[in-house]
Structures are given as C-alpha cells and as structure tokens.
C-alpha cells in the first residue's frame, strides 16, 4: 500500500525491548536475586505452550493460555510428579483437535 513500514516495525521493536527489560528489572526487584535459571530455554518453551493453547494471533489467546498453563500445571501435579507428560497430551489434543487454540474455540465464526 505504499506504508514505509520500517519505522513501525522499529518503534514495536524498541517498545517490545522496554516493557520486557522493565519486566526483568522488576522482577530482580521483587526476588532481590537473579538466578541463571531464568535464562534457561525452558522459559521460552513455557511461553510457546501458553501461545498455542491460547491461540497464536488472537488478542485474548496469550492471557488465554497462560491461565490455562497455570491451572492445568496445578491440577496435573496434584495427581503425579510427571505433569509435564499429561500437559503434553492436552497440548496435542488442543492442536488436533482446536488449531486456533482456546480463544479460537470461543470465536465468532464468520459467514
């Protein structure tokens, strides 16, 4: 359409960068200590779970997934040590069976 999009994509970039440092300051603050696990690439799989239980380029779908992760990582690890192993199912099953996610499910289909 003629938009110079590089200076959007700039400004998301710097945005994105300044809320995620203020996250991490904050949190450094709040625990007095930052461990090295934080840094671990687990982290970053929890995130991807959330986003795709949720629904990925939904508005509702990340908020969605995350409270989703969170209730299903408490009722799982009441029953077993090995939770992980029944979320992965549950996260096939949401694949399969709802591909755009938990938000998806609840979306207005359009005629």
């Known amino acids: 359409l003629g938009y110079a999009t590089f200076r959007f994509k700039l400004a998301a970039f710097v945005i994105a960068g300044t809320v995620a440092g203020l996250a991490g300051a904050l949190m450094a603050n709040q625990n007095s200590f930052v461990s090295p696990n934080m840094l671990h690439w687990d982290q970053s799989g929890t995130t991807l ?42 996260l096939l099953g949401v694949v399969f069976h709802a591909p755009q996610g938990i938000a998806g499910m609840f979306a207005k289909k359009k005629p």
């Open 49 to 90: 779970v959330m986003i795709i239980l949720g629904g990925l380029g939904s508005l509702w779908g990340g908020l969605a997934g995350a409270a989703a992760y969170l209730v299903l990582e408490e009722v799982l690890t009441a029953f077993t040590r090995h939770w992980q192993i029944a979320l992965g199912l549950v």
